[in-house]
Structure formats: C-alpha cells, structure tokens
C-alpha cells in the first residue's frame, strides 16, 4: 500500500473549518483513501474514505485531487470535541483489509 | 450501526496469568476481525487478521502461541494474552470488517497493565 505523509499537528480556531492535508503520491489507481481519528485513550473512528471523486458525509467532507497524489479532509465546523489524531492510511481496493497506521496529524481546536 | 465492543475496557493482572479480551461487532456480522496493540505515544500496530472459522494471521515479531485469537462466530472474536509480562502492557484494539464491506470500524480498546 502506498505511504502517505501528514504534518504532524495543527491548530484550529473553534468553529472555523479545519483543512487536513495528506500526501500520497505513490498512490495507485485501486486504492482508496481513509482518514480514521483518535480522540486520547480510545480507539480509532471512522470518518470518511473515497477512491476518486470527493466525499462528503455528516462527519466530513474528502477533498481528492485529480492526480489523487494528495487529499484534504475538511471538517466544516471544528469543535473542541474534534481535538484528536488524525490517520490518512491508503489502501489496496479489495486486498487483505488491513490497514497501516502512520503518526497521523495530533489537530488541536483551540476556543 | 457499525458498533464494536470490547470488555474488559481495562484490566490489571500479575505477571504470569493469562489474561483474555473480548471483541464483538453488536450490530453487523463480521467476517474478518483484526487486532492492534498501541504503546505510548506511539501509532497502532497490526498484531493480527482472524477470520471466522479459520486460523488468526499473525504479523511478523507476534508470536501466535502467546497471543491466542479465537474467531468463533460472525460477531465475537478473543485474544488472550497467556503468560503476560508487564512489557505486554498496552492498549489492546480490534476492529471488526463488515462482510461483503471494505471499511474497518474499531473497539474503544482494552488498556492492560500487568504488575
């Protein structure tokens, strides 16, 4: 699966939008995109994944560029609550499932 | 929907015993379950892949005689810890992949501290 590389904090002014970014360039055309979350001491949430086109659900919305080298997740309105670490993993469409954690980016809303 | 439970969430054990952690997906069955172990401050680490009716998948470095999965039905999987030692203390996750599905949806986890 390809790496993918994220800064590794960044703060936010609550209720402003928080732009995650995350580099993949190795990415190949069967992969797809998750963004995962963990808030401190509890296990990883699901937020959103996409292959090609953007997402967007009632948590997030995915920003995939066209070359899908690089991805944004946007949270639209960040609350304190939204303080965690945040996974961009990529991962083979269809393979053996498993998932690769890397440091993530710690997303720090400040009020 | 997508709910996965663990219990116990934390557990304390003397050196030596076993100890045993449950993962159920509540509300969706689960063909394939994985477990992670965090240490401090660092990221998760696959340990292993369990599918139902079958043998566990254990990454490399994990010894499978001394983390035992059990994956015995569609919604419960188990790992003991046999012989635990402090330095298996840590934060125990799984996740549960719906069948047919392609995302993984995790516990709250299982902190271990072995005295």
């Known amino acids: 699966d390809a790496k993918t590389t994220q800064p590794t904090s960044m703060d936010c002014a609550e209720g402003r939008a928080a732009n995650l970014p995350c580099n993949h360039s190795t990415i190949s055309g069967n992969e797809y995109v998750y963004w995962y979350r963990q808030i401190h001491s509890q296990g990883p949430q699901y937020i959103i994944h996409g292959l090609k086109n953007n997402e967007t659900n009632e948590m997030a919305s995915l920003i995939i560029t066209e070359d899908r080298k690089s991805s944004t997740l946007i949270l639209p309105h960040a609350t304190l609550r939204d303080t965690a670490v945040y996974y961009c993993i990529v991962r083979s469409r269809g393979s053996n499932y498993k998932l690769t954690f890397g440091k993530g980016t710690l997303l720090t809303v400040n009020p | 929907g997508a709910v996965v439970s663990q219990h116990p969430s934390w557990v304390i054990c003397k050196s030596g015993t076993s100890v045993k952690i449950e993962c159920r997906s509540l509300d969706f069955q689960a063909t394939t379950m994985f477990w992670y172990r965090q240490f401090p401050k660092q990221s998760l680490m696959l340990m292993a892949t369990?599918?139902?009716?079958?043998?566990?998948?254990?990454e490399q470095g994990v010894e499978k005689d001394k983390f035992l999965i059990n994956h015995a039905s569609l919604t419960l999987s188990t790992l003991t810890v046999t012989s635990a030692h402090p330095e298996d203390s840590s934060f125990y996750i799984c996740?549960?992949?719906?069948?047919?599905?392609?995302?993984?949806?995790f516990g709250p986890g299982t902190r271990l501290l072995v005295l």
């Open positions: 369990s599918n139902e009716g079958s043998k566990a998948t254990y």
């Open positions: 996740s549960a992949k719906l069948a047919g599905g392609e995302t993984q949806y």
